[in-house]
Nanobody, 126 residues
Framework: QVQLVESGGGLVQAGGSLRLSCAASGRTFSSYAMGWFRQAPGKEREFVATISWRGETTHYTDSVKGRFTISRDNAKNTGYLQMNSLKPEDTAVYYC???????????????????WGQGTQVTVSS
């Protein structure tokens, strides 16, 4: 079992920044890849970014490339999502998730992740 708790969400103006954190407990955090997903009102949950076990590989959805940065600190059992140049369309509940392994492009799908946090709200005002 891995327990994940997100924090760092809030209200920010367009162009601003936020850093989300995902604190993990339970099994060894470094054994799991970590991903961020988001769900906007009335929309399905979508992939945002993911990072491999040691942090050497990352993937991003096109809409956040160049603005968001995913990272992790295995010594602190914590993952991060630095979000810069935020836009109103980034407004959503953001979830972190962990995956024991990647298979092909499983990192971009919800089904590729086993454990999920409860989510943190990010609201970007125009």
């Amino acid at each position: 079992q891995v327990q994940l708790v997100e924090s760092g969400g809030g209200l920010v103006q367009a162009g601003g920044s936020l850093r989300l954190s995902c604190a993990a407990s339970g099994r060894t955090f470094s054994s799991y890849a970590m991903g961020w997903f988001r769900q906007a009102p009335g929309k399905e949950r979508e992939f945002v970014a993911t990072i491999s076990w040691r942090g050497e590989t990352t993937h991003y959805t096109d809409s956040v490339k160049g603005r968001f940065t995913i990272s992790r600190d295995n010594a602190k059992n914590t993952g991060y999502l630095q979000m810069n140049s935020l836009k109103p369309e980034d407004t959503a509940v953001y979830y972190c998730a962990s995956a024991a392994s990647w298979h092909g492009s499983s990192w971009k799908w919800e089904s590729g992740y086993t454990y999920w946090g409860q989510g943190t709200q990010v609201t970007v005002s125009s």
